[in-house]
């Protein structure tokens, strides 16, 4: 799940398991830019507002998004996301559906974080100057502890938070896909 200060809480089986699938993040994703309808976001989506009505009430249910009744056009539903975003905090549940739906949820987004770098490095040369030397990829080892690794995770997503807060979109802005991982090293083969 993504950063945000009001989410650090561990989610419950329930959202685990509501967010353990895939149109139902990418909802979640397209409502990040504001409210939706469940026609919106099938258009925006490619898929049926039947699919997305089904994923909407399943996330409403869960207690991820609300009904936004501050909409002008009440004729359709209107939804919101009830925070701006999550960080993959671990359950520690031993029960196999919650760990299923932790495993789910991290492939969800190492695949998207994937497809984010392999469509920059195919088009890296169509992008201006600035894009391409602002650009970043990086990796490190570090030997860390547990606690270690929690306290650069926390100055991280908060930093990520701070430039998120400054400005949403504008002259120059356009949407950047910030990925941190800091997992252990695990030696073998998968």
Do not use: C
């Amino acid at each position: 799940m993504e950063g945000d200060a009001a989410s650090t809480n561990r989610a419950s089986g329930e959202q685990l398991r509501a967010l353990a699938h895939p149109i139902r993040l990418r909802i979640l994703e397209a409502l990040a830019e504001g409210p939706g309808t469940a026609s919106t976001l099938a258009r925006e989506l490619g898929e049926s507002s039947g699919a997305t009505s089904y994923h909407l009430r399943a996330l409403h249910r869960a207690g991820l998004v609300d009904e936004d009744e501050t909409q002008p056009n009440r004729r359709e539903r209107w939804w919101r996301r009830r925070q701006q975003g999550w960080l993959m905090i671990p359950t520690g549940s031993i029960e196999p559906d919650e760990r299923a739906a932790e495993a789910q949820l991290r492939a969800f987004f190492i695949e998207r974080d994937a497809d984010a770098v392999a469509r920059f490095v195919a088009h890296e040369h169509e992008l201006e100057q600035p894009w391409r030397r602002a650009a970043f990829i990086g990796s490190w080892n570090v030997d860390l502890t547990p606690a270690e690794v929690e306290a650069l995770a926390e100055k991280v997503v908060e930093e990520i938070r701070a430039a998120g807060r400054r400005a949403r979109k504008g002259v120059g802005r356009t949407r950047v896909v910030v990925s941190f991982k800091a997992v252990p090293w695990i030696d073998g083969a998968p």
